[in-house]
């Protein structure tokens, strides 16, 4: 399923660097929350690959 068009109204909102976290391969952003998921990859700029 695919949320861009709901992550893109998201990209306003700040998100804590608490809530980010990088997997080895550097490809990978894991947070608490779905709806983050885009945020953070705007974040730190990186590629978010689902499983």
Do not use: C, F, I
Not at 2 to 29: I, M
Not at 34 to 39: F, G, I
């Amino acid at each position: 399923m695919h949320l861009r068009n709901r992550y893109v109204q998201l990209l306003s909102s700040p998100v804590p660097d608490s809530l980010l976290e990088v997997t080895d391969s550097g490809s990978k952003v894991v947070v608490p929350s779905e709806d983050w998921y885009q945020l953070a990859d705007r974040r730190v700029g990186l590629r978010w690959s689902p499983e």
